[in-house]
């Protein structure tokens, strides 16, 4: 009960202060996942924000990528080179329009020269049912609905009066507590929730200095079809045409041949992405 209190004041104070400031609210999600159907055992475990500024729009990213990009920022103002980090397995950045309901996926890791924009009007048909669930403390009720290729079961809860939820889902009369798909490859559950101001919101511009390709996803989907048959063909052109460095002919050859193979190996063990139509 105290923690429904908190978010019920969390809430209010959001509406008094809105009209003075741009105030948005995260939830926090945590997202497990099965990237390889060979090695159901391994999970990934992710904390996934949904930073929602009502009425107008919301964005959807990896927490951890917010750390890492936000440390990159950070350190390059000083004139220092700071790397990535090598843990993040969810890359991408979901953007939703409430105005136009137009969703925008943003993707920057599938080449070292452009950062993709994916954009799609999602149309979700939703079978809301009768079941009710208590999940953390929110009263939900369940819906279904097909999706990428996956049939998914949700707990929605209209305590938050938004429409909204993780990754591309949207359009329930509430937030989406928890959903996951019939196979539970995929989960997102909600583990907390708080006012954010503007300056915590993340920027997705840290890496400025790629080229934006807009595509709508049918286009995009067929570039990453072939992306998926030949994952170092970017490199490998980039190494023929003499933009890396190396001692020798030879040199090239043996690294070519391992980025090949490494790029292979990965995409190998990533063959239940969440959009599973995508590659099927």
């Keep these: 009960m105290m923690k429904k209190k908190q978010i019920l004041f969390i809430l209010i104070m959001f509406y008094v202060c809105s009209s003075i400031k741009a105030q948005y609210i995260r939830f926090m999600y945590e997202y497990r996942s099965v990237p390889d159907t060979l090695q159901k055992d391994s999970i990934i475990k992710e904390v996934m924000f949904l930073d929602v500024l009502p009425n107008k729009k919301s964005i959807f990213y990896n927490g951890k990528r ?60 939703w079978k809301i049912l009768t079941d009710k669930q208590l999940i953390n403390g929110y009263d939900c009720q369940k819906a279904t609905v097909a999706f990428g290729g996956r049939f998914w079961y949700a707990w929605f809860t209209n305590y938050f009066p938004f429409n ?54 049918d286009k995009f989907i067929a570039f990453y079809r072939t992306y998926r048959k030949d994952p170092a063909r970017e490199f490998r052109q980039k190494a023929m045409n003499g933009m890396i460095y190396y001692e020798s002919a030879e040199k090239r050859r043996e690294h070519i041949i391992m980025v090949q193979k490494l790029r292979e190996e990965k995409i190998l063990h990533d063959n239940n992405i969440i959009e599973i139509n995508w590659i099927k």
């Design 66 to 125: 917010f750390i890492s990009d936000s440390t990159m920022k950070a350190d390059a103002k000083k004139g220092v080179i700071t790397m990535p980090d090598k843990t993040i397995s969810t890359y991408y950045i979901i953007k939703k329009n409430y105005a136009d309901s137009k969703t925008t996926m943003v993707i920057d890791d599938l080449s070292t020269i452009l950062k993709f924009l994916v954009d799609e009007n999602v149309k979700l048909d």
């Design 164 to 217: 909204d939820g993780p990754y591309k889902f949207q359009g329930l009369p509430g937030l989406i507590v928890k959903i996951e798909d019939a196979q539970r490859y995929h989960i997102f559950q909600l583990k907390g929730v708080k006012k954010i101001n503007q300056d915590s919101l993340y920027e997705d511009n840290v890496q400025s200095n790629k080229n934006i390709k807009r595509l709508s996803k």
